[in-house]
C-alpha cells in the first residue's frame, strides 16, 4: 500500500511569509496527525483530525498556524507569518483509528528553514 | 509538552551487541509504542505494548512495561548497523500520543 504523502520536502522562506504544507494520508485512514518536529527533539502534536473535524489542536498556535482537512482526506497545514523559531521538520502521520490504540505511519515530513 | 523521556539520550556500541534504552513517563496511560527515526525511512513504528501487557517481543525487539513505576524498556538484541537511529517512546492516556525526547542509537560496524 502507498504511504502517506507529503509535499514539498523542503522549504526556504524568510520571517514573516507564509508558507503551506500538504499531506495525503493512507488511503481510508480516518485519522490525520501533524507534528512539529525541532531538531534534536521528539515530534510534538500541532492538530489531529478524525476524518474532516478536529479532535485535538490544543498546541497549534492558532495565531499564525491553520489546519484543514477537506473532504476527510488530504489535508494542508499553513503557517503565515513564519516566525524564526518555526524552523522544523513538519511531520504528517495517519492511523486507522484513533484513541491512541494503534500505530500511526508517517510521511517523510517537510523541513523548513526560516530566514 | 513531553511525557516521556528517553534515557540514554546517547548510545554506542559494537556490532552484535546488545543495546537497552529507557523511557520514563508521567502520568497513566493506555498504551506505549516505540518508534525509530533514521535519515533513511523517517519515523517508523517498532511495536506496541498495552498498559495491562508486562512483555512484548517482535523479532530482535523486546519490549517490557512497568506501570507501577511508570517505566518502559526496549531491547534490541544482536544489534546491526542498520540499527543506527533515533528511538521513541509515545505514550497514549486518551486519544493522543506524547513522544519523549529520544535516545540517539549507534552501531559500529
Known amino acids: 500500500e502507498a504511504g502517506v504523502a507529503q509535499s514539498p520536502r523542503y522549504k526556504i522562506i524568510e520571517k514573516r511569509q507564509s508558507v503551506a504544507f500538504w499531506c495525503n494520508p493512507i488511503?481510508?485512514?480516518?485519522?490525520l496527525y501533524w507534528y512539529q518536529q525541532i531538531l534534536g527533539q521528539g515530534p510534538k502534536l500541532l492538530i489531529q483530525?478524525?476524518?474532516?473535524?478536529?479532535?485535538?489542536d490544543s498546541q497549534l498556535p492558532k495565531d499564525r498556524f491553520s489546519a484543514e482537512r477537506l473532504k476527510g482526506v488530504d489535508s494542508t497545514l499553513k503557517i503565515q507569518p513564519a516566525k524564526l523559531e518555526d524552523s522544523a521538520v513538519y511531520l504528517c502521520?495517519?492511523?486507522?483509528?484513533?484513541?491512541?490504540?494503534?500505530?500511526?505511519?508517517f510521511g517523510p515530513g517537510t523541513r523548513l528553514t526560516v530566514t | 509538552s513531553q511525557q516521556g523521556e528517553e534515557d540514554p539520550q546517547a548510545l554506542s556500541i559494537q556490532e552484535g551487541e546488545n543495546a537497552t534504552m529507557n523511557c520514563s513517563y508521567k502520568?497513566?496511560?493506555?498504551?506505549l509504542q516505540w518508534y525509530r527515526q533514521n535519515s533513511g525511512r523517517g519515523l517508523v513504528h517498532l511495536i506496541l505494548?498495552?498498559?495491562?501487557?508486562r512483555e512484548k517481543h517482535s523479532g530482535r525487539l523486546r519490549v517490557t512495561l512497568d506501570t507501577s513505576k511508570k517505566s518502559s524498556s526496549l531491547l534490541i538484541t544482536a544489534s546491526r548497523a542498520a540499527d543506527t537511529a533515533s528511538y521513541f517512546c509515545?505514550?497514549?492516556?486518551?486519544?493522543?500520543?506524547?513522544f519523549g525526547t529520544g535516545t540517539r542509537l549507534k552501531v559500529l560496524a
Open positions: 502521520a495517519s492511523s486507522s483509528l484513533a484513541f491512541g490504540h494503534y500505530e500511526q505511519y
Open positions: 488511503s481510508g485512514h480516518a485519522t
Open positions: 483530525f478524525q476524518n474532516n473535524g478536529v479532535v485535538d
Open positions: 502520568t497513566s496511560i493506555n498504551n
Open positions: 505494548i498495552r498498559s495491562n501487557e
Open positions: 509515545a505514550t497514549s492516556r486518551t486519544y493522543k500520543y506524547i
